[in-house]
């Protein structure tokens, strides 16, 4: 491998590659070409630049997990020749995207840093150029010849993010995500400035891909007033594996009998509930209060301080696994991708 670094930009969509239909206003993913012709700086990077773009650019809320195959086949096939990868994605799921890549994508010892962006990059005030400029400099950085971060990542408005910690919290503003329980991994200003005790360490191991992905999954959001007959109709979908139970504060949750009945009926089932809070910050202690003792003692699980993002996506993962109930229910609370705070 030569001494310049050797990054590889995967194409897959978003704004930061759309254009304005002239007639209806609405914006829509555009080709890759027309992409790099707005941004001649790439060509002046001290990097090795190479790209693989989707044949059919998409909005990500058309995101799906078979393109999460995609893309980590992409990285597995590509693994040795790079240093580095950039993900270009639509903001609305790319911290479902990154999330899931970082539970797919086991012993990573190399960065991949997906970004995009809130304004197209044809548009003079776009935070495209600084998004991808910045996440190609993270993505071919080494430290004594060997890549600085070994993570899935989200690079976005100055900011790099553990990606499975992340959630887009504003449609509007460039600082589009937050990381609330978990600090950054680095900030742009002059300098990239890089909190090294909060990136991931690297591993010997090889690289092990994984593409079974089970989707199998229910969400059940409460609110003060939900009705029985909504909730049995959840709980009680046809073939479930998994049902994320998002609560209230520390995990809590009406006491009403016929709710609890439901969930414990569930569980006998043999169908793993996790329990998620609806705060953005913080994490569920079940115990704390009575509202959630009944939840403990059932056996739902604790999702700690686990994303929405990376719940549903570590579910995925793990249900797609071959592991019997003891086996999924240990490493769900485990932390497995630094998903999870000890
Ligand atoms: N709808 C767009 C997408 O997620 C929004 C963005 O890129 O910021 O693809």
């Not at 990606?163 to 995500?177: C, E, L, P, V």
């Not at 949750?253 to 705060?279: H, M, P, R, V, Y």
Request: with cysteine.
């Amino acid at each position: 491998m030569s001494k310049k670094s050797s990054v590889l930009l995967i194409y897959t969509g978003g704004t930061i590659g759309m254009m304005q239909d002239v007639r209806s206003g609405e914006l829509r993913p555009f080709d890759f070409k027309s992409l790099t012709k707005q941004i001649p700086e790439l060509t002046k990077f001290d990097i090795e630049l190479s790209s693989i773009a989707f044949k059919h650019p998409i909005d990500s809320s058309n995101m799906h997990p078979d393109v999460w195959v995609e893309l980590a086949t992409i990285i597995k096939n590509n693994y040795t020749s790079y240093d580095g990868f950039v993900i270009l994605h639509g903001s609305d799921t790319m911290s479902f995207t990154a999330s899931a890549l970082s539970f797919m994508l086991e012993n990573l010892n190399k960065p991949v840093v997906l970004t995009g962006s809130q304004l197209p990059i044809g548009i003079i005030r776009t935070d495209g150029k600084e998004n991808l400029i910045t996440a190609i400099e993270i993505a071919g950085s080494k430290l004594k010849g060997k890549p600085l971060v070994n993570e899935v990542c989200i690079y976005f408005e100055y900011k790099l993010y553990r990606g499975n910690r992340t959630f887009k919290y504003n449609s509007s503003h460039f600082d589009a995500f937050k990381s609330p329980n978990y600090p950054a991994l680095a900030e742009a200003g002059v300098d990239i400035s890089y909190n090294k005790n909060a990136l991931l360490k690297p591993t010997k191991k090889a690289l092990k891909i994984h593409t079974a992905l089970n989707n199998d999954i229910a969400v059940l959001k409460l609110f003060p007033g939900i009705s029985k007959k909504i909730t049995s109709v959840i709980i009680n979908t046809p073939g479930i594996k998994a049902i994320i139970l998002e609560t209230f504060g520390a995990g809590n949750a009406t006491t009403e009998d016929w709710f609890l009945s439901e969930i414990n009926q569930a569980i006998s089932k043999g169908i793993i509930i996790l329990n998620i809070t609806q705060c953005h910050e913080g994490k569920v202690i079940q115990g704390m209060y009575e509202t959630s003792s009944a939840l403990k003692k059932m056996g739902v699980i604790s999702g700690a301080d686990l994303t929405f993002e990376s719940a549903i996506t570590k579910l995925m993962f793990l249900l797609g696994q071959q592991l019997n109930q003891t086996q999924l229910k240990k490493l769900l609370q485990s932390n497995l991708r630094g998903e999870l705070s000890n």
